[in-house]
C-alpha cells in the first residue's frame, strides 16, 4: 500500500513522530489492521498491532488512487480502548 503522511509544520517532520510512531509500525497496521471503521469527516480508523506488539490507532484518509492512503495521525492506543477491542474480537 502507498502511504503519504500529514508534515507537521512545526517540526517538518511526519506528524505521527509526535506521538512515538514511526512509519514501518504504521505500514504494519495498515497491511493487516485488526478493525477499520469510519471516523469523522471522511477518515477511517484502523487499529491493529505493529511487528513490536503495540496496539495503534491509525487514522487516514482513503486516496481516489487504488491501495494509496493518506495518514492523518497515529497514536498507542490506551488500556481502555485496547480492553474494549479485545472485547469487541471475542
Known amino acids: 500500500m502507498k502511504l ?3 508534515i507537521d509544520p ?3 517532520a511526519p506528524h ?3 506521538h512515538g510512531v514511526t512509519e514501518p509500525e504504521v505500514r504494519t497496521v495498515m497491511a493487516r489492521p485488526i478493525e477499520d471503521r ?5 477518515a477511517r480508523a484502523a487499529i491493529g498491532q505493529s511487528a513490536g506488539g503495540r496496539y495503534l490507532r ?8 487504488p ?3 493518506f495518514v ?8 481502555k480502548a ?3 477491542l479485545r472485547r469487541r474480537r471475542k
Open 10 to 12: 512545526e517540526t517538518g
Open 67 to 69: 491501495d494509496s492512503a
Open 82 to 84: 485496547k480492553h474494549a
Open 58 to 65: 491509525v487514522i487516514y484518509v482513503p486516496d481516489p488512487e
Open 72 to 79: 492523518i495521525t497515529a497514536y498507542e492506543l490506551r488500556p
Open 16 to 18: 505521527i513522530e509526535r
Open 38 to 42: 469510519p471516523a469523522r469527516e471522511g
Open 4 to 6: 503519504r503522511f500529514y
